[in-house]
Every structure is written in C-alpha cells, then in structure tokens.
C-alpha cells in the first residue's frame, strides 16, 4: 500500500503502485522529489529576478570567475550560495578521479555515442520532455544544445575541468542556474505546466534519473559497444559524475554512488514514470535528426546513412520496446553492435602492437568531440533563458 502521506502528482501513480512492489522505500523516495527542485537555486534565481538579465549575467559572470568585488557588493544570496559550492566533498579529490578521465579519453567516441544514443534518449523518454518541448530548449536550437551538452561532458572529464576554475565546474553550476530559470518560467505559466498532473519542471527526481543514465547507463552503454574499463576505472567515472552532479545541484538521496544504485535508480524511476507520450517522441527524434549537422556532415546521401547508424545504435542501446514507444524506424541491429564491438577490440589489440597508435586515437576523439561540442568565442556565457519560449529568449 503506498505512503498515502506523500503528494502524487496523478501521472506518477499508477507508475508508483508498481514501483513499490519491487522498492517502496526507492519509489516513495522518488516520487517524494518529483515535487521538489533545487531550493538553494530556485531562491537565488528569484531573490536576483528583479535586477534584470543583464546585471544578473554580469554577477553570476563574476562569481564563476571568482570576482572578489562581485561577493564583497553583490546579494548575500550570491554569496551564500557560491560558498556552498566551495565544500569539495573528501570522495571528490582530484587522484581519485583520475583512472575515471583516462578510462573516458581512451573511450570518448564510444562514450559519447552511448550518452548521446542511449542515455540522453532515455532520459527523454520521460516526464522530463515535457519541459523541452514546452520550451522549445531543444526543438528550435537542438544543435547548439547538444553541442553545449557535448561540452559539458567534454570539461568534466578534461584534467583540472571539476576544479573550482575549471570550465567543467562553471558548466555543472552554470546548468544548475539555467534549470533554476526554466523552473521560475515554466512554474509562472500555469497554462502551460500541469503541476498537479506532473508535478515540479525539471524535478530533483528527474535530475536524479538523468544522473543515473548519464552515469552507470552510460558505463552499461560503452560496455555494450565493446569498451572495456576496469573496476577502479568504473568506479573513478562514477565519482566524476557524482561530484558533477552535485555541483549541478541534485540531492544527496538521488545521486548514486556506484553502478549498482545507478541501476537501481534507473529501474525504480522508469517504472515510475509514464510511458512516453508525444513530447517523448518529438525531444527523442530531434536529437537522433540533430546528429549530422552536429558532426558536420552535409551531402544527403552522408546524412542518411549516418541517421539510419544513429537509429540502429540507439535502437541497439535502449531497446526494442522504449524503441518502438519513440516511433524509431525498425532498423536491424545486431551486425552493428557486432561490427562496433570488434572494431573496438581490434583497437585495443593494435594499440598495445604498436605503441604509438593509442596516443593518435586518442588525439582523433578529442578533436572529433571537440568538433561535436559548443565553443563560443567570449567563453561561456551565463546569460539565463529570459523568456518561456526559446524562439522568444535572446540568445544565452
């Protein structure tokens, strides 16, 4: 029987029932957040509200690059929460997350693919597109969104990137302030968010389920293509993504700190949510569609082929039945998978014959990321989203 204390968003509960049966004290959890978002972030979004998005811009620019005069004039709330920031956790130190970054370089094309392909798209596959589609966040600019995705990914796992000057670090809070926005705009639209049908946009229960694909999925996901990494090298990349998402601001109880929670996480959450609905269709086939031009490629013929690879390696990740929920082509998969696979164990085999081939690969899946992810030429900008809309908002 469940908490009958909690409050439900309605879509959550026949999701929730089952959940229980398997977990109650992880589905009551779960369900207990889908009403909660980052209150540290959400307070200081609105107690800045009113100095307009320019003087805003300008602060949060300040206190990312440590700006002593932007903390002695700016808002206590300022201060107050980037000195929260400033308490590194003892399980966050730099030599243990080390094997992580080495195991990620060596991999990141396959990695990539498996975050793209699989964990992003699962992540979509729930409640949380609705968020994306109402706001057009990925609909109407889905190939800058991706490539910032891509560079957030990118600066976690670069030497020095989870530092406090490190660009890994700014993007983590930078996209924990830009969720804090889109939750003020979307909570002030009532006609457009059905918070007693789903209850808060871009909730700590989704942050959380993102965090557990983005994390053990995506390990799960590389796994399936062929990578190999050992198990201080698994567990250092779930260290990185721990602290990144703390920094992004998700609870404590939702972030997991192994594979084994990961899964567990992601299993209780997807039963919990509902099945995909047409803005899971619509956010999962953008991305998928975003690829090409991502990646550059221009002629028609290039571009088919690569969206039918994207589909089947997707298809191969997620799964016939999410697949098949998300309207994918039905593509063949298994000689795929198989090529990918060998294709990876022949790397592995080449590279210890010939020394000098690991550090080339590894150049050539830099600058492929490189490629794939968002640089802007004034650095990172911490201009947040000023209107509901994304076609609406000025550039951010």
């Excluded at 243990?96 to 979509?124: C, K, M, T, Y």
């Excluded at 694909?213 to 090298?233: C, D, K, M, P, T």
């Excluded at 990144?244 to 990961?262: Q, V």
Aim: glycine content about 8%.
């Amino acid at each position: 029987m469940s908490d009958t204390t909690l409050e439900i968003p309605s879509d959550y509960i026949p999701g929730y029932e089952k959940a229980r049966l398997i977990d109650p004290a992880l589905a009551d959890k779960y369900i207990a957040h889908t009403t909660i978002g980052d209150p540290p972030a959400d307070e200081l979004v609105e107690a800045l509200t009113h100095l307009g998005g320019r003087e805003m811009h300008r602060l949060f620019t300040g206190a990312m690059n440590e700006d002593v005069s932007v903390f002695r004039e700016g808002p206590r709330e300022l201060r107050d929460f980037f000195e929260m920031l400033e308490d590194r956790p003892s399980w966050a130190a730099m030599e243990a997350l080390e094997p992580g970054r080495r195991a990620f370089h060596r991999n990141s094309d396959l990695v990539i693919q498996g975050l793209v392909g699989g964990s992003l798209i699962e992540g979509f596959s729930t409640n949380i597109a609705r968020s994306f589609v109402i706001t057009g966040r990925l609909r109407e600019h889905g190939v800058r969104r991706l490539r910032q995705n891509n560079r957030h990914v990118l600066e976690i796992f670069l030497p020095g990137g989870l530092q406090r000057y490190g660009d890994g670090w700014k993007l983590s809070v930078r996209l924990r302030l830009v969720h804090a926005q889109v939750r003020r705009l979307l909570n002030d639209d009532h006609d457009d968010w059905y918070g007693e049908l789903w209850g808060t946009p871009l909730s700590a229960a989704h942050m959380g389920f993102a965090g557990s694909a983005f994390s053990g999925r995506a390990l799960r996901h590389a796994r399936h293509l062929g990578v190999h990494f050992s198990q201080e090298e698994s567990h250092s990349f779930m260290l990185v993504w721990r602290y990144a998402l703390t920094l992004m601001g998700i609870p404590e109880a939702l972030i997991p700190k192994d594979e084994n929670e990961a899964a567990k996480l992601f299993q209780i959450g997807k039963i919990c949510e509902p099945p995909p609905d047409f803005e899971s269709i619509i956010m999962a086939n953008a991305l998928i569609n975003a690829a090409p031009q991502v990646l550059g490629v221009i002629g028609d013929r290039e571009k088919d082929d690569l969206l039918k690879l994207a589909y089947t390696v997707s298809r191969a990740l997620i799964g016939d039945e999410i697949a098949d929920q998300l309207n994918y082509p039905k593509y063949k998969y298994r000689a795929v998978v198989l090529g990918a696979r060998l294709q990876t164990r022949l790397n592995y085999v080449l590279d210890r014959i010939f020394l000098g081939r690991s550090k080339d690969r590894r150049l050539s899946n830099f600058t492929y990321l490189m490629s794939a992810s968002m640089y802007d030429q004034g650095g990172i900008s911490y201009r947040l989203p000023d209107h509901i809309y994304d076609e609406r908002a000025h550039n951010w």
